[in-house]
């Protein structure tokens, strides 16, 4: 039990410890290859460790709303971080929530993010929300369709049980896991802020969805919205790891030899993830907004047609 | 006739004897109107008496009794009026009289306001009196005089205030669908009953009809019982409607009427009608889904406070019927617990909407009395003058978003589970619609996120975009406590759903012959729909998560780091003190999503008309919306309907003599048609 609880613990505080350094290392891949210099891989970290020093400014009539949300943001995407398999499976809370729950509470992060744009009551608040529910009124749907499509294979909506069947020999190539992944790439490109949905380089406002939402928080409320959306790829990226590449993930209560074993084969899927997304990003141009919901509305058709896929071979 | 043993039949009995109180309560407001406590007193005393009936309901599905069953010697004299509670009549029992008891507490002080108190008081005992004899009636007879006075009543509060022109159009509306509605449930019945005539439930239920009789009794009792709860495309009266009341009737029409037409739906359907057929699950669950994506579109679009929560109903109207119709296709093809799961889900959800629709409405009702308007793009900033209606309206919202731990996620959670039984369903057309209604499912689930973001964002934060707003006061303690209970039961329901899982258990027992595992006893109070292996949740344990880590950053950020902090102007990118109608309203938070979904469904037409360089002429830009299905399908009915009446009117100018000349020569006609006929 104590060891349970330390394993889930040790898990907790490595996607949080290492959270920024993705970003980080993304950043810094992404200005390499444009031949530029670039800030240090840790800038991340600074960048945070200033926020969190200065003072928060808060505009006269913010709400409670506004303040509360960035620490909800961050503890909703935490939890969430918390719940994705990352070096092992079946850790000792696995069960409290599945995959549809795990996706229901970034939508509840983005709820409150929503609602903190309109807050304050400018202009460039609301249009950040309104892009952004947007975005998310699309991308929503693809990801459970995905949902349903990986459960369909695996018999089951817990990710622990995903990731121990994706990893068993019996699994395969399947048309509808490939769809499938394709779309869940998508989503996890439009619900980070990624190119070509978002640009998350842009100061320029009338471009920017999320860093518009966020404009008037400062701060240690804007280190916590930072590091929640830094936690947020993690996320992504853990769970296009444990359901696609599954390999190497170890057992919860497995030998300490095999859970940083395990640790090993996760830091390294996130290297890659983060080098393919620096490469992905700079290959494509940025959509306009209203081209914006063709890219998701095929990641959406994609699920769909994964799910369709399901069902109909499931009969056979 | 009434001869019956008490002790067997008390929960029946006091519902009963609670439902003629309340019919007393209708005369004891005629009396009164003069006297001004009599609002409260009405009002308190229709809470006495749907608490009653709650405790009615409750006492015997707790108990696990055997159905009770009354004849009283009312109604036809040959058939008499029969009452039955039994374990799905006691679950809408109490579904209804939780919402009917909190409607009783917020109109205490919401009826104050009231300046048509004599157009409301004396329909409303009778208004819920009706709603409750439908869920209790045991004959067709019983039920369609009860379902008829539940939509006269109805319409009568609709009516309340009849001297703007937009209610009495609502009204007309919604008579006439409700009329459509009552007698497509009577021929239902008319069928069911067969030549016979035996119209009592019992003997209905003894009889199931020929398959051809059966489908014929579903589209009747879709058109029927789905008018009433919003189906589409019969949904146009409801938006035009629900708003029309008074607030708390808004509530009750919204987030209890419209159970009372799934009660209907499942009455017939999964009780009077025998075993079900496969594609029966087909076309409720095409309508079911369709009806949710369509709700929520609309939903996103208004303006008026009120009716995006009528158009939301309407969405969550169709969750229900797609938990439903699966319930119906699971249980065609043999699969008793997967059926289970399914009618749990509609159930849950039809208990969760009550909830959440009812505290949404008293909100809207709380800002409607504060500000004076419905228009939202009047409202803003209400979070600062009305903190406790801003929060309570906020655990609404996330409740109907389905974001957890709410109670809107745990019923949502279990129909996608259900969804994920469905390739086992033998039937091509079923595997390749049922896919398809999962996506219309997340895509409205995912809209209403978006339609609450908007309609709590643009109402209660930014800055207020009138006066009335900006010097707007919080309600009366009265509203604020009925607020505050439903919002607490969101938030309990939602972190402890087994139980409700569980007391849902007998009624989905004697619908679908199965029901899901106790739920109660699974270790940390999490609920497991199979197996673990497969599935489960655990609300409680999220909740407290996301509590301690909100906690622990909180501390963490205040110890270590900084807690310093300053009020500036809004940043806005260096703009000075813009005006507050610069500001996202309404209308542009939409318009994205109108853009994505806008030529298709709503067929909107963007009209800009900007004046030539150098003139000082205003701007305008101007949106038009249409509704397809009003559009396609009622108007060219009502034009029928114009056209024909049109032509017949010259009948009404005749002189005697051609009068008479038409009477004759209809005689002979008559007469000639009666000699030729064979005989």
């Known amino acids: ?316 | 006739m009434a001869s019956f043993e008490f002790a067997g039949v008390m929960s029946l009995t006091a519902s009963l004897a609670s439902v003629a109180v309340l019919f007393g309560l209708c005369i004891l407001a005629l009396v009164t109107l003069r006297v001004k406590a009599s609002s409260a007193l009405i009002y308190l005393s229709c809470f006495a008496a749907s608490a009653a009936l709650l405790a009615s309901g409750a006492t015997h599905l707790f108990r696990g009794s055997a159905p009770e069953a009354v004849t009283l010697a009312l109604g036809l004299p040959w058939l008499g009026a029969h009452f039955r509670l039994d374990a799905l009549s006691s679950v809408f029992l109490i579904i209804l009289n939780l919402g009917a008891a909190s409607a009783c507490v917020f109109a205490v002080g919401y009826g104050r306001h009231e300046h048509a108190r004599g157009r409301v008081l004396p329909f409303f005992p009778v208004f819920l009196a009706a709603m409750n004899l439908v869920v209790l009636a045991a004959d067709a007879f019983t039920f369609l005089v009860s379902w008829e006075f539940m939509s006269l009543s109805s319409w009568a509060l609709v009516m309340a205030h009849h001297r703007e022109p937009a209610n009495v159009r609502a009204g007309y509306i919604y008579i006439l669908m409700a009329s459509l509605g009552t007698i497509a449930l009577l021929l239902a019945f008319g069928v069911l009953a067969g030549p016979t005539g035996a119209y009592d439930f019992a003997s209905i239920r003894a009889t199931p009809p020929a398959p051809l009789t059966a489908a014929l009794v579903l589209v009747l009792v879709l058109v029927g019982a789905g008018s009433k709860a919003g189906l589409a495309p019969l949904h146009v009266w409801l938006p035009l409607a629900h708003p029309a009341a008074p607030s708390h009737v808004s509530a009750l029409m919204s987030g209890v009427m419209t159970k009372v037409a799934v009660y209907g739906f499942i009455r017939v359907l999964f009780d009077l009608i025998g075993a079900p057929q496969w594609w029966w699950g087909l076309v409720v669950l095409a309508a079911g889904g369709l009806t949710a994506v369509l709700g929520v579109l609309f939903a996103l679009i208004q303006t008026d406070l009120k009716r995006v929560l009528a158009y939301s109903t309407i969405e969550n109207i169709g969750f229900i019927f797609v938990g439903l119709g699966l319930a119906l296709a699971f249980e065609s093809n043999g699969l008793p617990a997967a059926a289970a799961l399914a009618f749990t889900a509609a159930l849950f959800h039809a208990f969760n909407h009550t909830l959440f629709k009812s505290l949404l409405f008293f909100g809207s009702g709380a800002v409607l009395n504060a500000t004076g308007s419905r228009d939202m793009e009047k409202q803003g900033g209400l979070i600062h003058r009305m903190p406790v209606t801003a929060f309570a309206f906020l655990v609404g919202s996330m409740a109907i978003s389905a974001l957890p731990p709410l109670n809107g996620f745990a019923s949502e959670w279990l129909t996608l589970q259900a969804i994920l039984w469905s390739p086992q369903l033998a039937e091509w057309p079923l595997k390749i619609l049922t896919p398809g209604v999962g996506g219309l499912l997340a895509l409205s689930a995912a809209l209403a996120g978006a339609c609450f973001v908007r309609a709590f964002g643009v109402v209660f934060l930014g800055r207020p975009r009138s006066r009335e707003a900006a010097e707007a006061r919080e309600v009366d303690p009265w509203s604020l406590a009925a607020m505050g209970a439903l919002a607490a039961m969101c938030l309990i329901v939602g972190l402890l759903p087994g139980f409700v899982i569980d007391a849902l258990a007998p009624a989905t027992q004697a619908a679908v012959g199965a029901h899901m595992s106790p739920q109660a006893e699974i270790p940390w109070l999490s609920i497991v729909p199979i197996a673990e292996s497969r599935s489960s949740y655990n609300g409680l344990l999220v909740f407290a998560f996301v509590v301690a880590s909100m906690t622990i950053a909180a501390l963490t950020i205040h110890w270590l780091a900084s807690r310093a902090l300053r009020r500036t102007p809004a940043w806005d990118c260096g703009f000075p003190d813009a005006n507050p109608a610069t500001q996202y309203g309404a209308g542009s938070v939409a318009q994205p999503i109108r853009r994505v979904f806008g030529n298709f469904v709503f067929r909107a037409t963007e009209k800009v008309d900007m004046p030539p360089p150098g003139s000082t002429a205003p701007a305008h830009f101007r949106v038009d919306i249409r509704d397809r299905v009003w559009d396609t399908l009622y108007a060219p009915i009502a034009g029928l309907v114009s056209y024909a009446a049109e032509k017949l009117n010259h009948l009404q100018f005749l002189t005697i003599r051609r009068y008479l000349g038409f009477v004759f020569a209809s005689l002979v006609i008559l007469l000639l048609a009666l000699a030729l006929w064979p005989s």
């Open chain 1, 1 to 316: 039990m104590i060891r349970d609880l330390f394993v889930q613990g040790a898990q907790m505080l490595l996607v949080l410890a290492i959270a920024p350094l993705v970003t980080g290392v993304v950043r810094s891949m992404k200005a390499r290859l444009l031949r530029r210099q670039g800030p240090p891989i840790l800038q991340p970290y600074r960048d945070l460790a200033r926020l969190l020093r200065k003072e928060a400014t808060l505009a006269h009539n913010a709400s409670w709303l506004f303040r509360a949300t960035p620490y909800l943001v961050f503890s909703a995407t935490w939890i969430a971080a918390a719940l994705v398999p990352t070096f092992a499976a079946g850790m000792i809370f696995s069960w409290s929530a599945d995959l549809i729950a795990i996706v229901a509470l970034l939508g509840g992060a983005r709820f409150f993010l929503a609602l903190a744009g309109m807050d304050v009551g400018t202009a460039f608040g609301g249009i950040g929300t309104s892009r952004e529910v947007m975005i998310a009124a699309l991308a929503e749907p693809a990801l459970i369709m995905i949902v349903f499509t990986v459960a369909l294979i695996a018999g089951s909506t817990q990710l622990s049980t995903i990731t121990t069947f994706m990893a068993s020999p019996e699994v395969g190539l399947r048309v509808s896991l490939g769809l499938a992944l394709i779309a869940l790439i998508m989503v996890a490109l439009a619900e980070n802020a990624r190119m070509p949905i978002d640009n998350p380089a842009t100061h320029l406002e009338l471009t920017m969805v999320h860093e518009a939402m966020v404009l008037e928080y400062s701060g240690r409320h804007l280190a916590l919205i930072e590091l929640a959306a830094s936690l947020k790829l993690i996320v992504y990226m853990s769970l296009i790891a444990c359901v696609f590449l599954p390999w190497g993930v170890a057992s919860a209560t497995g030998e300490r030899d095999a859970l940083l074993l395990g640790a090993a084969f996760y830091l390294g899927k996130l290297l890659a993830c983060s080098v393919a997304l620096a490469i992905f990003e700079i290959t494509i141009a940025k959509l306009r907004v209203f081209r914006a919901p063709d890219f998701i509305g095929a990641a959406l058709m994609l699920g769909l047609l994964a799910t369709l896929l399901r069902f109909v071979s499931e009969g056979l």
